[in-house]
């Protein structure tokens, strides 16, 4: 059973999410939250499987809640996953460095609320991809201010062809995409992805993109 913490700071949003969620068989909604103070204090008490979190909220926002979950003791396993707009492009890209695993559009269709909440529990897609390439695209257009240049520590542990999945990780490919581009089985994709976010200490897909882009992998790669 996934377990689910809801944040958002207008009630009938949090409810219509509760209400898609609670209705799957392999999903439980377990609390809600108004704010980002109230879904940090939910969170270390009850630590859910996934925290679903708006950004823009009163008392402490979806960002900064985002973070200080990311990086609390105990609470490692636990997953963000933004609801957004996709009108706030530059608060996707914090959400991400905060250690978010994933975003969906509160326009969703409601069947695709509980696949996304899926992939970010299996940690294999960074979900949306329509979505998350628009994001890489804005990552590529960003100047890169202060940003480590290609070949910093996290990377010189990868082989040529790991830095090579990466990159396609990074533009928002699925393990599908990768194993038809490169010619090998989905399975040996997923174990490429695998090694590569432990070599690099990522827990997901999405750390993997920030990884990319902010060392200069994904601008060197176009």
């Known amino acids: 059973m996934i377990r689910i913490l809801i944040v958002d700071d207008q009630a009938l949003i949090r409810q219509a999410v ?10 439980e909604v ?4 108004a704010n980002g103070r109230e879904a940090i204090d939910f969170a270390s008490a009850h630590r859910p499987d996934i925290v679903i979190m708006d950004i823009r909220m009163p008392v402490l926002d979806g960002i900064e809640a985002t973070a200080q979950i990311c990086r609390a003791p105990g609470l490692e396993g636990v ?12 608060y996707l890209v ?21 696949r996304a909440v899926r992939s970010v529990h299996a940690g294999d897609a960074l979900l949306s991809p329509l979505a998350t390439r628009a994001l890489i695209d804005r990552f590529v257009a960003m100047p890169v ?10 990377l010189d542990s990868l082989t040529e062809r790991e830095r090579e999945v990466l990159l396609m990780v990074a533009r928002g490919r699925s393990n599908q995409e990768i194993a038809e581009e490169l ?8 174990t490429h992805v695998n090694r590569i976010m432990t070599k690099v200490g ?19 790669g176009g």
């Open 30 to 33: 377990i609390g809600l939250a």
């Open 145 to 154: 201010r202060g940003a480590p240049a290609p070949g910093v520590a996290e």
């Open 183 to 190: 010619f090998i089985s989905p399975h040996t994709a997923k």
């Open 79 to 90: 997953r963000v996953l933004i609801l957004t707009t996709f009108e706030e492009d530059e």
């Open 202 to 220: 990522a827990h997901d897909r999405a750390q993997l993109v920030i990884l990319a882009y902010e060392s200069g992998l994904l601008v060197q």
């Open 94 to 114: 914090q959400a991400l460095r905060a250690g978010a695993s994933g975003f969906i559009g509160k326009g969703a269709e409601p069947d695709e609320i509980p």
């Open 18 to 27: 509760a209400d898609i969620l609670g209705a799957q068989d392999d999903i």
